[in-house]
């Protein structure tokens, strides 16, 4: 069963790629911030494919672990959009660019 | 006993702590505690000096180890020999009496508790300079012992004068210390560690027998000690020393601190003796100086200034000992004279409270009806410092003398005699002009002059004691004498000698028992007419004569009273030219240096000013720099695999 | 032969979602295509056997973290132009190509490694993991778990104090 190994790690890289796109062409914020669930989706799959072909279960607990990363950053993250719209009425990551030099 | 040595700095130094944290709420009592300190200090010494002389040799206690850097180690641990016990007992004695006299002549001032706090922390660093084991513990104490007698000369520091005296005593000594460190480090360099017996131990294998090596060692040694102990060329701080109070002129610039540099060059004889040139200009350095300090006390009127000329010439006299290479003479010298100038000086405080503050000993006069225990305290420790027979210093001086003699250098032994003779002359004027004679002092003032509290006469008593009967612990062997105290040395400061001898260097010379009576003769007919002298013009011919004879030896007067002019001499040539030196310096700094930093900062601002541009606060900018930057070091790892 | 196609459907649609949640505009959709590619996700790992994580995708990411994305969109109440956001287009082309060249060096780098271990490949995990990643866990990874918990808790903190509603005299402040 070891193709599972080789598909699902093109299948991991392909989505860790969209993300990255999907990081750098969006300006909707929440949008972006999905982008990074994409990603560390991708990142799951790896972990659990290799887990799985070297018969270790590390790989399953981390990808424990960046699930309940991925849940604390989700919640800071969009509670810092919710506070940034209240403020600026906006989620446009193009207009916050107050730290520019 | 010597298991507790660490007790003696310790007691101090916790004693500084103590009265420097909570010197507000102990106040008056911070004086007690600080004795109490001493006391014990003294207890501990006499146990340590109690077990070497029953011949428990060097004893050297390991308390941790400082710095451990690759094949530098500096090791805090102290060493008790012959010597430094000798110097434990002279400190802990001394300075146990200068703090029970400061009770009384500190009274009511401001800042008593941080003198207290200040002359324990001096008693600390003293303690840890003599018991040091190695360079760097030694180079602490010493840089302590010159902290606190920077800050005590500059006690009254609202004063400018005293501040400026302060800062003068550091800045001199400055000099002499960065010569000290220097030799620390060439120590270092060529012989691997900076522990006293490891370096004394090789130093005849590897340092050749007046070699340029240990040549520049001792001279830069030397050069430490010419800052500390006062001597030419750095001699100057010290009369403005005069600037602190006065137990403290008493304890830290007459009795120990700058006896340091004494101290410290007995400690290096071995070192000294593989270096014949520079025992040549230390006991050249050691007669002139007590040659020319001796000169200028003759005409001072301060009478602390009078006295610490006397001190510098003292210093000479112990630098000519050791130059001449009789360390336990230098040694003993340090022990009578610690006596007798601390007697000398805490008289003069006493003088001093009774004239309200009045340093000028014209002012003075007839003051031995009012205070009798002062004047003769005085008196005796004048007898002691002229070398008056049987005094402690008659044996101190005449031992130094004497080697002088032996040894070959008679111009030196010369200088030496002269010195003497004024030495017994102006120690002798300033006790006519102070406590003899009709008071020439104002009529309020002559009203005040009372006898001292009990706290102050009683250390004078001591002193005044032991300056008369300390010369008998080596009475001579041509007087029937056992030479106790030299013998007792003898295991420290003879190695020197006696790696000369197996080196086949030295060449003693014959001990003639015939001529070392004659010259003892000598200098006790010169003391004798420097005594007579000082009484035929300031008691016979007073006032005429002092007056026609400044007159007559103009030049020789103003030579004197000018102190050789000099401190004028440093502050035209270091002084102005330090000065001008700095302001070219400025003038540097302003034009070409800030021209070269702001240029620098104008061109990294407008650099910056285009930089800047790339900071967009994009979030996505930034995320496209940072693929980029994977992609490059995902193509490094692929190229390089 | 029907597992294997069950698996590659998976993986098209997978791949297709992912697609999607990049190429749409409405917010809404990308949150609706980003489940579906969990779900299959965890359709995958089911077919690994991996039981647990399959559960913790669905429960927690699919079910909780992505009911909380949507939430907050309703919640913000964006207006259609918030919602359609345009994207760089200008950006695009080149971002696009970076990621290209990031994909191909990536999957050399893993094709180079894997095939220096194809010899060494050990048997594959027994189906029933539970007990061992619980094991695991409690033990090796101990520390690891009670300072996510600790994460958890100062995030749920944190999250709560931004995003609660400001006194009237910070929110002038603020605007």
């Known amino acids: 069963m070891t193709s599972y190994m080789i598909n699902n790690l093109v299948l991991s890289l392909a989505i860790f790629s969209i993300g990255i796109i999907g990081f750098l062409v969006k300006r909707n914020a929440i949008a972006i911030l999905m982008a990074i669930e994409l990603m560390l989706n991708a990142a799951n799959l790896a972990f659990v494919t290799f887990a799985y072909s070297f018969a270790s279960v590390d790989g399953t607990i981390l990808v424990l672990f960046v699930i309940t990363v991925a849940t604390a950053e989700a919640a800071v993250g969009l509670a810092i959009f919710i506070r940034i719209y209240r403020s600026r009425g906006t989620i446009d990551v193009d207009k916050m660019t107050t730290l520019h030099g | 006993m010597l298991d507790y040595v660490w007790l003696v700095p310790f007691l101090p130094g916790c004693a500084a702590l103590v009265i420097g944290l909570f010197g507000k709420w102990l106040r008056t009592r911070s004086g007690y505690v600080a004795i109490a300190a001493m006391l014990g200090t003294i207890v501990v010494s006499l146990g340590c000096f109690w077990d070497i002389l029953h011949g428990k040799g060097p004893f050297t206690q390991h308390l941790f180890t400082w710095i451990s850097v690759g094949e530098f180690k500096a090791e805090a641990a102290l060493l008790v020999d012959q010597l430094s016990v000798v110097m434990l007992l002279v400190v802990s004695v001394v300075g146990s009496l200068v703090f029970i006299y400061s009770t009384g002549y500190m009274k009511g001032e401001r800042g008593y508790a941080r003198y207290f706090a200040q002359l324990s922390l001096f008693a600390f660093s003293m303690f840890l300079l003599v018991l040091a084991d190695n360079f760097v513990l030694m180079f602490i104490g010493w840089e302590g012992v010159g902290l606190c007698s920077y800050l005590l000369i500059g006690y009254y520091m609202d004063k400018t004068w005293a501040a400026d005296a302060g800062r003068k005593a550091f800045i001199v000594n400055r000099i002499g210390d960065f010569g000290f460190l220097l030799a620390i480090f060439l120590i270092f360099w060529t012989s691997g560690t900076l522990t006293f017996s490891g370096v004394f131990d090789q130093a005849p294998v ?67 003796s593989l270096a014949p040139t520079s025992m040549e200009i230390v006991a050249i350095i050691g007669a002139a100086t007590a040659f020319i300090a001796a000169s200028i006390g003759i005409t001072q009127r301060d009478i602390k200034r009078v006295l610490a000329y006397s001190t510098i010439s003292q210093l000479g006299y112990m630098f000519l000992a050791l130059g001449v290479g009789a360390f336990a003479a230098g040694i003993f010298h340090i022990f009578t004279h610690a006596f007798f100038k601390g007697c000398l ?77 004024m030495t017994a002359f102006y120690m002798f004027r300033s006790l006519f002009l102070t406590f003899h004679g009709e008071s020439r002092a104002p009529e309020k003032i002559k009203a005040h002059i009372h006898e001292m509290p009990r706290s102050m006469t009683f250390p004078l008593v001591v002193l005044a004691f032991f300056s008369l009967v300390a010369g008998f612990f080596s009475i001579p062997k041509v007087l ?90 440093y502050n035209s040539t270091f002084v102005q030219g330090t000065i001008r030196l700095a302001k070219a310096a400025w003038q540097f700094d302003i034009f070409v240096i800030d021209g070269v930093i702001n240029g620098t900062a104008f061109m990294v601002r407008s650099v910056a000013s285009r930089l800047r541009k790339l900071q967009t606060g994009q979030l996505q900018a930034y995320g496209v720099g940072m693929l980029i930057g994977i992609n490059l070091i995902v193509l490094l790892f692929l190229l390089t695999r | 032969m029907p597992v294997s196609i069950l698996y590659y459907a998976l993986f098209v649609i997978a791949l297709g979602a992912a697609l999607m949640v990049v190429l749409s505009r409405n917010t809404v959709y990308s949150a609706a295509f980003l489940i579906l590619t969990m779900l299959c996700l965890a359709g995958i ?14 429960i927690v990411y699919a079910g909780a973290i992505m009911v909380l994305f949507l939430f907050v969109i309703m919640l913000l109440n964006l207006r259609e132009r918030e919602i359609l956001l345009p994207d760089f287009r200008s950006l695009r082309i080149w971002v696009v190509l970076l990621v290209l060249v990031f994909f191909v060096q990536v999957g050399a780098t893993c094709f180079i490694v894997l095939r220096q271990m194809r010899d060494v490949y050990p048997p594959e995990l027994p189906p029933d993991t539970i007990p061992l990643i619980a094991k695991t866990l409690l033990t090796k990874y101990l520390l690891p778990f009670e300072l996510v918990s600790v994460l958890l808790v100062i995030a749920i903190i944190g999250a709560a104090m931004i995003a609660r509603h400001d006194e009237p005299a910070e929110h002038s402040d603020s605007s």
């Open chain 2, 206 to 272: 590897i340092y050749k027998y007046g070699g340029g090596v240990v040549t520049a060692i001792t001279l830069l040694l030397f050069m430490g000690a010419v800052g500390k102990s006062a001597q030419i060329p750095l001699f100057i701080w010290l009369p403005d020393a005069m600037a602190g109070p006065t137990p403290v002129s008493a304890l830290i610039h007459a009795a120990t601190m700058v006896t340091a540099g004494v101290y410290m060059v007995v400690r290096c004889n071995v070192l000294y």
């Open chain 2, 345 to 421: 000086f805490l008289c003069a405080g006493c003088v001093i409270h009774a004239m309200a503050g009045d340093n000028d000993m014209f002012h003075m006069g007839g003051m031995r009806k009012q205070m009798k225990i002062t004047w003769l305290t005085y008196f005796a420790a004048t007898l002691a410092i002229s070398g008056f027979p049987l005094t402690a210093g008659f044996f101190s001086k005449d031992e130094i003398l004497w080697a002088t003699f032996r040894s070959g250098h008679l111009i030196l032994w010369l200088v030496g005699l002269v010195a003497a003779f």
């Open chain 2, 480 to 569: 029937k004498g056992s030479a106790w105290f030299e013998h007792f040395l003898h295991p420290v400061t003879n190695r020197g000698a006696e790696i000369l001898h197996e080196l086949h260097v030295a060449d003693p010379t014959p001990h003639v028992p015939e001529l070392e009576l004659l010259l003892m003769g000598a200098s006790t007919l010169i003391v004798l007419l420097g005594i007579a002298a000082a009484y035929a013009v300031y008691i016979k011919g007073w006032p005429e004569i002092p007056k026609a004879w400044a007159q007559r030896f103009g030049v020789f007067y103003k030579l004197s009273f000018h102190k050789w002019w000099w401190d004028d001499l």
């Open chain 3, 45 to 58: 790992f089911l077919l690994m056997h991996q039981e647990f994580v399959a559960a913790i995708q669905v």
